[in-house]
């Protein structure tokens, strides 16, 4: 089987190309931007200005990677920065919805195994959680409405190739010269005796990285299609979180300091509670790693 990346220096891109590098049965192409010749099976990737940059690069990768009937790709490319989103709309428009609709139009001619798309939880307002596959959509800010886009594009196209996963905020080893998550900042601020100050009224049932990768990987084996919401049990305000890893890495809980979300000046508005209801995960037999469990197996504690 192949397994082509896209996107891989991402957090989720690194973490697909760690669970597969040791597996014999796996082609693995990594395409991103440069790593200097760390990988012999990657593509180089430079982030397109217009549509028509995209079409043409889309159509350079297609040529030199052979997709063929056990391919599946993976596409972590993504503008995560919902306030970049915000700030440059045409960008985020750009990459996270005309990239996603002519990469989909570009391979619907070929006979590959599987397209796997990265949604986020941002597509909902917060107001009803917990949210299911089923649940309603209605974004806040303009990145949860070009991620919905590109959702309901491909959704719309009822391909049986295609897996949409919805994941809630991602935790778990940053990638180098990557961008901090929820749990790696609050760590590194706590190591440091650094205090840190964490909103009590945002709400996530927070996810480890490698959790997803488990999905990601029974998609992949049972040929799972449509939507899927893929979160963590618990459900944690950041200083909550905050306080709980202070706690499990026996660190002075009073570094952590509790504000309310409207002392932070942000550009994009952020929905208040967005934990999901991750039964159709569970059923595909992939239950959430616990927050002491993860930080075990990254060696934080």
Same mark, same amino acid.
């Given at each position: 089987?192949?397994?082509?990346i896209?996107?891989?220096?991402?957090?989720? =891109?690194?973490?697909?190309?760690?669970?597969?590098?040791?597996?014999?049965?796996?082609?693995l192409?990594?395409?991103g931007?440069? +790593?200097?010749?760390?990988h012999?099976?990657?593509?180089?990737?430079?982030?397109? $200005?217009?549509?028509?940059?995209?079409a043409n690069?889309? $159509? /350079?990768?297609?040529?030199?990677?052979?997709?063929?009937? /056990?391919?599946?790709?993976?596409n972590?490319?993504s503008?995560?920065?919902?306030d970049?989103?915000?700030?440059?709309k045409?960008?985020c +428009?750009?990459i996270?919805?005309?990239?996603?609709k002519?990469?989909?139009k570009k391979?619907?001619?070929y006979? %590959?195994?599987?397209?796997i798309?990265?949604?986020?939880n941002?597509?909902?307002?917060g107001?009803?959680a917990?949210?299911?596959?089923?649940?309603?959509?209605?974004?806040?800010?303009?990145?949860?409405?070009?991620?919905?886009?590109s959702?309901? %594009?491909?959704l719309?196209?009822?391909?049986?190739?295609?897996t949409?996963?919805?994941?809630?905020?991602?935790?778990?080893?940053v990638?180098?010269? =990557?961008r901090?998550n929820?749990?790696?900042?609050?760590?590194?601020?706590? $190591?440091?005796? +650094?205090?840190?100050?964490?909103?009590n009224?945002?709400?996530?049932?927070?996810?480890?990285?490698?959790?997803?990768?488990?999905?990601?990987?029974?998609?992949?084996?049972?040929?799972?299609?449509?939507?899927?919401?893929?979160? =963590?049990?618990?459900v944690?305000?950041?200083?909550?979180?905050?306080?709980?890893?202070?706690?499990?890495?026996n660190?002075?809980a009073n570094?952590?300091?509790?504000?309310?979300?409207n002392?932070?000046?942000?550009?994009a508005?952020?929905p208040?509670?967005?934990? %999901? /209801? $991750?039964?159709?995960?569970?059923?595909?037999?992939?239950f959430?790693?616990?927050l002491?469990?993860?930080?075990?197996?990254?060696?934080?504690?």
């Open positions: 089987m192949k397994i082509i896209l996107g891989y220096s991402s957090l989720v =891109g690194m973490a697909v190309s760690k669970y597969y590098t040791n597996n014999n049965d796996v082609d192409v990594r395409v931007r440069s +790593d200097k010749g760390i012999s099976n990657f593509e180089y990737y430079s982030v397109p $200005n217009d549509i028509k940059e995209i690069s889309i $159509n /350079d990768l297609l040529d030199r990677i052979s997709l063929q009937e /056990d391919s599946v790709i993976i972590c490319i503008v995560g920065d919902v970049q989103c915000e700030l440059h045409e960008e +428009d750009l996270n919805y005309l990239f996603v002519t990469l989909y391979i619907i001619k006979n %590959f195994k599987r397209f798309h990265f949604s986020s941002a597509v909902y307002s107001d009803n917990p949210y299911d596959e089923l649940s309603k959509c209605s974004p806040v800010n303009y990145y949860g409405e070009v991620k919905l886009k959702d309901n %594009f491909l719309s196209k009822k391909d049986k190739r295609v949409v996963v919805r994941p809630i905020t991602l935790y778990g080893i990638p180098h010269k =990557g901090d929820p749990v790696s900042m609050i760590v590194n601020r706590l $190591n440091n005796g +650094d205090s840190v100050n964490l909103v009224d945002i709400y996530v049932n927070i996810l480890f990285v490698n959790d997803l990768i488990k999905v990601i990987n029974k998609i992949i084996e049972i040929d799972f299609y449509g939507l899927i919401n893929v979160s =963590g049990d618990v944690y305000s950041r200083y909550e979180l905050g306080i709980e890893l202070a706690k499990l890495m660190k002075n570094l952590v300091k509790s504000i309310s979300s002392d932070f000046n942000t550009l508005k952020r208040k509670n967005t934990s %999901f /209801d $991750n039964s159709i995960m569970k059923s595909l037999g992939v959430p790693t616990s002491k469990e993860s930080l075990d197996l990254i060696g934080v504690i």
